[in-house]
């Protein structure tokens, strides 16, 4: 047994054959979605084209003791390499802190109240950002409101379904992968466009807005989910040696993804960067926003669902679906196809500025690779987790994306000691990696990750 068994209205199918809790929650993370990748899409041209500049650093409170503790450690820094710092910084926190959400949320105050103290902390976190001076204060309450609510949000999709309804969570996994892809692309689109027409602090306060939307969203469903996870008896049993197998085999499949993790993240900080020095962005009289990039992939994710879940059925019935590893190992090939994509524009277009239809190509592949690897990975965690870590291993899937994103800021901040087509050709390395990890090792995790049913 992994998961408590759902209330009655959890029970229901009353959303796509699913439990009318997944309505509330995919709604809610498709709000929380559009507000941070409608940010983020902003967050990095946001401070080397003004905050980090003359005029505006000097007002961000705190701002100089925060720069001397990262120069510190590497010597001073152009406005490019602080600010892939610290957005890999602040996109690693936000996936580490879940992991605390989770043990809190576990041991004290339940999944659902600590989703609403999240969303509240990140709307109050957007507002802040809409002005130059509260800037690092933006940061942290997103920081914090995130840790409430990531990990507990995604623990609360696995417990709508019966411990042995498999197929069912795995695909209700990928429903609400979807909402996260929905609102992510909008949140690029309509940021973006609005930061370009009326300056970059309107787009940050439509993301405050689209906030709490999501918070009024999950209130609104508040009845239909789970308060606690883990409710049964189990909960209260120490680990036997076959869960901390399944544990550890976990944290193994864990630290493998944070390589398709950097190379699909950089989408987000040197992308933007790369487009604006090197890509000709406009089309007659139209200027493409550079924004607008980063709902690519999440579009793509969208579009490519019914496609996948339909060879996957294909395959399954043949018994060639792919299983949980293997299509964790072929996201990140996808993922390093797709930087090989940047590279092979590069050498393409010699001394001539880039296509925009090769960056478009590139954010598609890594949408692709998204839906292999991350909706597979949480649904694996929430089915073979033990119940008395169910939230906490929720928690230790986001670390893969802490240790990504810090690791995909300080990739960044060496963007200008590299040619472009190194640059890439790095990354294009690093996700492939990932794929040979899960070649070398796959049946042994799986033989581990078995446990559970002996």
């Given at each position: 047994m992994r998961t408590a068994e759902p209330s009655a209205p959890a029970r229901q199918r009353g959303f796509m054959g699913h439990p009318s809790g997944l309505f509330y929650l995919a709604f809610t993370e498709a709000w929380e979605r559009f507000s941070y990748y409608g940010m983020t899409a902003l967050l990095v041209l946001y401070m080397v084209n003004q905050l980090l500049l003359p005029g505006h650093i000097e007002h961000v409170a705190g701002f100089a003791r925060f720069r001397a503790a990262f120069e510190s450690l590497s010597g001073p820094m152009s406005a490019q390499a602080l600010a892939s710092q610290i957005f890999g910084l602040y996109a690693g926190l936000v996936y580490f802190t879940p992991l605390l959400g989770g043990l809190i949320a576990d041991r004290w105050i339940g999944q659902r109240n600590a989703v609403v103290l999240g969303a509240a902390s990140m709307a109050a976190g957007h507002i802040a950002m809409a002005f130059d001076q509260s800037f690092l204060l933006a940061l942290l309450l997103l920081v914090a409101g995130s840790g409430l609510l990531k990990g507990n949000i995604s623990s609360q999709v696995g417990a709508l379904y019966p411990a042995d309804d498999e197929a069912r969570r795995s695909h209700g996994f990928v429903v609400f992968s979807t909402a996260i892809n929905i609102g992510a692309a909008a949140g690029s689109l309509v940021c973006g466009l609005l930061a370009q027409l009326y300056g970059w602090h309107f787009g940050f306060s439509v993301a405050a807005v689209f906030m709490l939307l999501g918070l009024a969203?999950?209130?609104?469903?508040?009845?239909?989910?789970?308060?606690?996870?883990?409710?049964?008896?189990?909960?209260?049993?120490?680990?036997?040696?076959?869960?901390?197998?399944?544990?550890?085999?976990l944290a193994a499949v864990v630290g493998i993804s944070v390589f398709q993790t950097v190379a699909y993240n950089q989408r987000t900080i040197v992308l933007p960067v790369w487009i604006q020095d090197h890509v000709a962005l406009s089309i007659g009289r139209f200027s493409i926003p550079i924004p607008w990039y980063q709902s690519i992939d999440a579009l793509a994710s969208i579009l490519c669902v019914p496609a996948l879940l339909w060879l996957w059925h294909y395959q399954a019935g043949r018994r060639g679906e792919p299983g949980d590893l293997a299509k964790v190992g072929q996201g990140a090939w996808i993922a390093a196809a797709s930087n090989m994509v940047l590279v092979a524009a590069i050498l393409g277009s010699g001394l001539h500025p880039v296509h925009p239809f090769w960056p478009f190509l590139y954010c598609v592949g890594l949408g692709v690779a998204f839906i292999y690897y991350w909706p597979t990975m949480l649904a694996l965690v929430s089915r073979v987790a033990p119940p008395q870590v169910n939230s906490f291993m929720m928690g230790i899937v986001f670390t893969s994306l802490f240790l990504g994103n810090i690791l995909t800021g300080w990739a960044g901040s060496l963007y200008e000691k590299m040619t472009p087509t190194e640059f890439w050709a790095l990354h294009a390395a690093i996700g492939a990696t990932g794929g040979l990890l899960v070649l070398l090792f796959g049946s042994r995790l799986e033989r581990a990750l078995r446990s559970e049913q002996s």
């Open positions: 969203t999950y209130l609104a469903g508040y009845r239909h989910l789970p308060a606690r996870v883990a409710r049964s008896a189990v909960q209260h049993r120490p680990l036997t040696g076959a869960d901390w197998r399944i544990v550890r085999a």
